[in-house]
């Protein structure tokens, strides 16, 4: 009895084990998929004609960029930061500390005393 048991559940394990290998092989595929449909959009935007860009002079030294993701459209990341702003509203970091103990003490003792066979009533 139990080795049928045990045949069952080694069954049921090796059919979630295939299960999981083919749905990481079907995302790896998607992954792959999108990449290669994105890629001649990346291509197309690049400039052809290399030695004119070359001739340019160099622009002066600026403020370094944001940093950007690849693939990330500004346009989404600036929409992403107007929704948090709208949602938030302007703040500002006024301190960064440890919060005060007094909850953790609290806590601590109240644990504490819970496992005592006494209990006594708190006024």
């Not at 690049?46 to 950007?68: E, F, G, L």
């Not at 919060?99 to 006494?118: F, K, P, V």
């Amino acid at each position: 009895m139990t080795s049928l048991a045990l045949i069952k559940a080694l069954q049921i394990y090796g059919i979630a084990t295939v299960i999981a290998f083919l749905v990481a092989a079907l995302i790896k595929v998607m992954v792959w998929v999108t990449g290669r449909l994105e890629q001649p959009a990346t291509v197309k935007a690049q400039p052809s004609n290399v030695t004119s860009a070359t001739s340019v002079a160099p622009a002066p030294a600026t403020a370094p960029a944001p940093a950007t993701h690849p693939g990330i459209p500004e346009e989404d990341v600036a929409a992403i930061f107007a929704a948090i702003f709208a949602a938030i509203g302007p703040h500002h970091i006024l301190h960064i500390g440890h919060a005060s103990s007094t909850w953790t003490s609290q806590g601590r003792a109240e644990h504490h005393t819970s496992h005592s066979g006494l209990h006594r009533p708190r006024h």
